[in-house]
């Protein structure tokens, strides 16, 4: 979908996730490329965050993908970096290694250019939990900058979306 420019409030969304992964007792950690790491820091500065945050992976470059949270390499050389599958396999490796109840990942093109045939604002939401993972695609438009606040702003409300799914199954 595409979305154009809009003003964020990333700590609020922050907030209503901190609250919601510990009022339902689960933990979160996160896989991070386009955002690089902005998403385990506005997660963080939010007040009781130390109760639901494992930890996270910066993976900019895709050896750390593969090498650290598993994403397989021949998938990263059939589709490149920016894929939901790919995003699907970073919150999968974050969940697992952060020893987490949701991972999710972040990837894209913040710009200037277009990267591995991806337009600039093509960008990957990954959520992965015990019941399995997905990915949503998004088509952003803006600056480097607001790219990557609207995918951090994105991801903070897949992981709200899971964490409201949760409260269901339990």
């Not at 689960?26 to 385990?40: F, I, K, Q």
């Not at 969940?95 to 991972?103: E, F, K, L, M, V």
């Not at 250019?113 to 438009?141: C, L, M, N, R």
Request: hydrophobic residues 40%.
């Amino acid at each position: 979908m595409t979305i154009p420019h809009r003003t964020i409030n990333l700590h609020h969304l922050a907030e209503e996730a901190v609250t919601g992964a510990i009022g339902r007792g689960l933990t979160v950690a996160t896989a991070e490329s386009l955002t690089a790491g902005m998403l385990a820091a506005v997660l963080a500065d939010t007040p009781g965050a130390s109760g639901m945050l494992q930890g996270g992976v910066v993976s900019y470059q895709n050896a750390v993908k593969t090498d650290v949270l598993g994403v397989p390499r021949d998938l990263l050389d059939t589709v490149g970096a920016v894929d939901g599958r790919v995003a699907e396999a970073m919150a999968e490796g974050a969940r697992r290694i952060c020893g987490a109840d949701i991972g999710v990942s972040t990837t894209g093109v913040a710009g200037p250019e277009p990267h591995g045939g991806k337009d600039v604002g093509s960008v990957y939401i990954g959520v992965a939990t015990a019941d399995g993972s997905t990915s949503y695609g998004y088509s952003f438009e803006g600056n480097r900058p607001e790219i990557r606040s609207q995918a951090c702003a994105a991801a903070l409300e897949r992981l709200l979306e899971a964490l409201v799914s949760a409260s269901y199954r339990e």
